[in-house]
């Protein structure tokens, strides 16, 4: 069983910047891949950044150029840098972790909220 635990999360204003973290009790160099989704009320579920054991990695449009995600194998931490915040990238963000497979999570957070105001 792998437990994440998502911080970093609060209110800011438009243009700002915030560093979640999300800390895994296993190894997670041995993970298939890592991330972040978020979830607007009203609104689905969106991939905001997915990192995998070789490094790779992948963002939506909405936050490309923006949003960093990167990972301290050492700590078991992922995180995600998310700099000139919009007021659309309010939402609760949760981490995950791929472990059995190769794309659909098998682990989630708890979701950490991010409010940004205009």
């Known amino acids: ?3 994440l635990v998502e911080s970093g999360g609060g209110l800011v204003q438009a243009g700002g910047s915030l560093r979640l973290s999300c800390a895994a009790s296993g190894t ?10 978020r979830q607007a009320p009203g609104k689905q579920r969106e991939l905001v950044a997915r990192i995998t ?5 992948n963002y939506p449009d909405s936050v ?6 990167s990972r301290d194998n050492a700590k078991n ?3 995600l840098q998310m700099n000139s915040l919009k007021a659309e990238d309010t939402a609760v963000y949760y981490c995950f972790a791929v472990v ?3 794309s659909a999570p098998d682990y989630w957070g708890q979701g950490t909220q991010v409010t940004v105001s205009s």
Request: net charge positive; glycine share 14%; hydrophobic share 35%.
């Open 1 to 3: 069983q792998v437990q």
């Open 28 to 37: 997670i160099f041995s993970f298939n891949a890592m991330g972040w989704y």
């Open 53 to 57: 054991r070789g490094g790779s990695t």
């Open 64 to 69: 490309k150029d923006r949003f960093t995600i």
């Open 77 to 79: 931490t992922v995180y």
């Open 100 to 102: 059995n497979g190769l």
